[in-house]
């Protein structure tokens, strides 16, 4: 009697927690990203880029912006339990080959098409071919960005006589921060190094690359050598509170810092409060060229998303190219497709935009992209490379010797993996440092 | 009855009284039913998380036993740096936030004027987060901070110091124990006021009628009493010291890691949630060590008799 009683409520319970999965799918999206994750863009996500969408199509969207690792996870389990509840997500395109070897993505070739089918949009072929991993379309090409060089006016004045700043050198920034140095007596030069800062970027997309040619392969080659004696000297005219610095824009706004590097996006709110303050200089030039990082944002549909029609929609208004110029101007990633492209920007944004393409056009650029196929490894990849840094410039270990013991974790990283060198390395597979 | 009558349970003894047995029926669930929710609570939000980052550990994707984690956790670029710091900071924050707090809520105890008042204003810390109070540190001690803002406004100094630097880790440790100080001696307080109120006033005024002054009354009627919750409030902060990680990121990065920042940056840095088991098991170690230790330390009188 009881238990009877007892299993009916239980079925009564089942059945109105099933009750709204019966019905018609909810008019709501859960869009899971690890780029625009910083309170202020999550801000500006959900109340201007999200709310045109809102209001379009009577469809809400719950953003959720999160760091790799959690939001890893969470596609990751999703797909392993065979249930979803995210429509839509965008990351980095280096996580992409993780998610797609895991089985957590639809193939988006089709959406693609479609897409493409509207004839209002030309994807950048490059990013498109991106996208492509593992024998599908594992994302739409969403945004873009890159890392370079923002100065206050007051320090070009220090600038290295009769050089071009727009075509710097690494020694021309040594040398800039040592001309300020000494006429001020203080250290005006910023890197985002704190644990949330960017700072693993700038060492093994521009200055490895710069310096040996390479990110992985001439990892402790004597270039490497010299490239990291010469990292030394240029922490010596670092503002030592460097180590603190997650955005550049707060120090150069608070003018602790005159000249820094960081993503675009990093940069970009203190051009805006203070357009005519600030220049936007190309990152600088080493022995090998001038290389950049081109970062590329996807946008995928989890295997399990509850809702795919909504999450294409979703994506269709998110690459349309006003959308991309809203993004653009929203929070300085610059757009996938070509007819956005062409959209003149003002104020900040203009001075950041001049300073991408100078960046991009040199005649010495060397493009450098995100390593790849390190699967559930990715995580490491950066760390080694900072973890470098803190030994060599921090702590003022022997140079070769450290080089020497990180080179052997590369090595077993990308053994254990069978990963592709990222270029501009050569493309072997396992990459390992010579 | 064979045996003798203080050897038999509370329950025996009802039964010896019949009519009473409805009543220890109903009387014996409720602490085990009142219990029931912390119970489920803490087994699912404590014991199996628990149990589940032990098995992250030590245990590797093949799910065999394995030490390699622990191996990675002590050949890590910051594990002795990790080790160090946890440790020194505790053994400087506490002793200060013990004493200052052990002041503080002797001078609320004497209940002067406005007492109640101040006893509000310095517990205002702990509604504070630890990640806000760096935050607040933080911003008093920049290049462009409250403190520098404060120097120049005097005179003191020609231009703006730069206080959070790597090459001075002493001021680094200074930063950092300052906020320490500053956002959780409260907590140590706030027990010490409570253990303090349960002392009876007769103790006191038997001191007194035996001319025991100020000092001997502290030294051999108020510590000695105190001791049992001062034990309490030094398990808490060790083990909340142990945890410590909002505020040293806030204020030195990773320029002083700490055991916890270390677990936390596994997770999210290195996306190795192995290693970072690896040291919240270490953390836990360190503080079921620390607690053991102090339980021993500091054990009141009847304790030492009864073992």
Not at chain 1, 19 to 39: D, G, H, I
Not at chain 2, 81 to 100: D, E, F, K
Not at chain 2, 280 to 297: E, F, H, N, P, Q
Request: proline share 7%.
């Amino acid at each position: 009697m009881r238990v009877s009683r007892l299993a009916s409520l239980f079925v009564l319970v089942v059945l109105a927690g099933a009750v709204p999965v019966a019905s018609a799918p909810a008019p709501e999206l859960t869009f899971t990203s690890t780029q625009l994750n910083p309170v202020h863009e999550q801000e500006w996500a959900r109340t201007t880029l999200l709310k045109g969408f809102e209001d379009e199509t009577g469809i809400r969207v719950r953003f959720i912006g999160d760091l790799a690792g959690p939001y890893i996870d969470r596609l990751v389990a999703e797909a392993r339990a065979g249930r979803g509840t995210v429509d839509v997500t965008g990351t980095l395109h280096g996580d992409f080959p993780l998610l797609v070897a895991e089985g957590a993505l639809r193939d988006v070739a089709d959406v693609l098409r479609q897409l493409e089918g509207r004839r209002d949009r030309t994807f950048i072929p490059d990013l498109v071919k991106a996208g492509q991993i593992g024998g599908m379309q594992a994302f739409i090409p969403w945004m873009q960005a890159t890392y370079l060089i923002a100065a206050h006016k007051r320090a070009l004045p220090y600038f290295p006589a009769g050089r071009n700043p727009q075509a710097m050198t690494y020694e021309d920034l040594l040398q800039w921060g040592e001309n300020i140095r000494q006429a001020t007596g203080e250290r005006r030069l910023g890197f985002p190094a704190a644990p949330g800062g960017l700072y693993g970027r700038f060492l093994h997309g521009y200055i490895y690359p710069a310096y040996t040619g390479a990110q992985v392969k001439k990892f402790k080659s004597p270039e490497a050598v010299q490239m990291w004696q010469y990292l030394r000297r240029l922490w010596g005219v670092t503002h030592p509170s460097s180590f603190l610095y997650t955005f550049m824009h707060e120090p150069l706004l608070r003018g602790e810092v005159w000249v820094a590097w960081d993503h675009t996006a990093r940069l970009l709110p203190a051009l805006r409060e203070r357009p005519d303050d600030f220049v936007v200089l190309p990152s600088p030039a080493g022995p090998r060229g001038r290389s950049f990082l081109a970062v590329i944002a996807g946008l995928g549909i989890p295997r399990h998303s509850p809702n795919p029609e909504g999450a294409a929609r979703l994506i269709e208004y998110l690459t349309r190219p006003r959308t991309q110029v809203l993004t653009l101007q929203g929070v300085a990633f610059f757009p996938t497709v070509r007819e956005a492209a062409g959209a003149v920007p003002t104020g900040g944004l203009k001075v950041m935009a001049d300073g991408v393409a100078a960046q991009a056009t040199a005649r010495d650029a060397r493009t450098a992209l995100l390593p790849i196929g390190l699967g559930a490894r990715s995580g490491e990849f950066v760390p080694l490379y900072v973890d470098t840094f803190t030994q060599i410039a921090v702590q003022g270990k022997k140079i070769e010797e450290v080089l020497a013991a990180q080179a052997r974790r590369l090595e077993e990283l990308y053994r254990a993996m069978n990963a592709i060198c990222p270029p501009p390395d050569p493309p072997e597979r396992p990459c390992r440092p010579e | 009855m064979a045996f003798p009558r203080q050897a038999m349970t509370i329950a025996e003894r009802r039964l010896e009284r019949p009519g009473l047995q409805f009543v220890r029926l109903r009387i014996d669930w409720l602490p085990y039913l009142l219990l029931l929710p912390t119970v489920i609570f803490l087994s699912a939000f404590f014991v199996y998380p628990m149990l589940q980052a032990l098995a992250l550990s030590v245990r590797g994707p093949d799910g065999a036993l394995t030490w390699r984690y622990f191996q990675a956790m002590v050949g890590d670029t910051y594990f002795i740096g990790a080790i160090r710091n946890s440790l020194l900071l505790t053994a400087i924050v506490i002793p200060l936030q013990v004493t200052l707090a052990l002041t503080i809520a002797l001078l609320v105890h004497s209940r002067f004027r406005g007492h109640t008042t101040f006893l509000y204003v310095a517990a205002i810390p702990l509604g504070i987060s630890d990640l806000a109070a760096g935050l607040v540190w933080l911003s008093i001690f920049t290049e462009r901070g409250y403190l520098n803002m404060l120097l120049q406004g005097l005179h003191l100094v020609p231009r703006p110091l730069t206080f959070l630097t790597f090459e001075r880790p002493l001021l680094l440790y200074g930063a950092i124990v300052a906020t320490e100080v500053w956002r959780a001696t409260a907590i140590v307080m706030l027990i010490l006021v409570a253990g303090l109120q349960l002392i009876p006033r007769e103790f006191f005024e038997t001191a007194e009628v035996f001319g025991a002054t100020g000092w001997r009354k502290l030294r051999h009627v108020t510590l000695p009493l105190l001791r049992p919750v001062l034990q309490t409030a030094l398990i808490i902060r060790t083990i909340l010291a142990f945890q410590l990680f909002a505020t040293v990121i806030t204020l030195a990065g990773r320029i002083v890691p700490v055991l916890a920042g270390e677990a936390y940056f596994q997770y999210t840095i290195y996306r190795n949630p192995h290693v970072a088991s690896a040291y919240a098991v270490l953390i836990m170690g360190t503080s079921m060590a620390v607690t053991v230790l102090y339980l021993r330390l500091l054990r009141t009188p009847e304790e030492v008799a009864r073992a």
